[in-house]
């Protein structure tokens, strides 16, 4: 009776077992993640890529009408970094679409490992890179289109196009980027979790 006893305590003091949701229910929010994340990088990326080059078209085939030179380099240098940006979000865009998921599970979470370490190095380099550059652009744009306005409406336009600068790079960009980042992260610890149960 005491060794039953001793049984039924070691029983009581198991740790219950992890549950592992269902391998295929993991693999489907994979999926949609990954849809989700080249639907916003393709989109963002045509976007972009078009609008450079639609900008470039008509200005060098009518010049807008543009007749300084600090106007026609403003349109020409934003026409540039549109379809610049264009290309980076198609290449990372491009990287995404790459990741085979039938490969072998460890190889597949290096893959989205490395994805998500180019992805970051591309956000730290190319994010401040574009921002700083279309804001230049910009400015040199307004120093040109702004000159028959009275100064009071020039600092009023200034105002409002810096709030609106703010608020797209501490806003916007921080809330994109953190999606992005989280929907990376829940695809490769779901993989991570499918290779453990299936170990």
């Known amino acids: 009776m ?112 490395n994805y998500f370490e180019l992805r970051r190095r591309m956000l730290a380099v190319s994010g401040p890179v574009y921002f700083v550059s279309f804001n230049l652009f910009m400015v040199l744009f307004f120093l040109e289109a702004l000159q028959t306005y009275t100064i009071a409406q020039r600092v009023s336009i200034f105002i409002g196009y810096g709030a609106w600068v703010i608020f797209g790079w501490f806003v916007v960009r921080k809330r994109t980027t953190k999606k992005e980042e989280q929907r990376v992260i829940a695809t490769i610890e779901n993989l991570k979790r499918i290779q453990g149960a299936l170990n």
């Open 2 to 113: 005491a060794d039953f006893e001793k049984l039924q305590s070691l029983w009581n003091k198991q740790e219950p077992a992890v549950v592992i949701p269902a391998i295929e229910s993991l693999k489907e929010e994979n999926k949609t993640a990954k849809d989700k994340l080249m639907q916003a990088m393709f989109f963002r990326g045509t976007v972009l890529a078009i609008t450079g080059i639609v900008v470039l078209y008509f200005l060098f085939s009518d010049g807008f009408g543009i007749a300084s030179t600090l106007s026609f380099i403003s349109v020409a240098g934003l026409g540039m970094l549109c379809l610049l940006q264009g290309i980076v979000e198609l290449y990372a865009g491009r990287k995404l679409l790459k990741i085979e998921p039938l490969q072998e599970p460890t190889v597949h979470i290096h893959a989205w490992e």
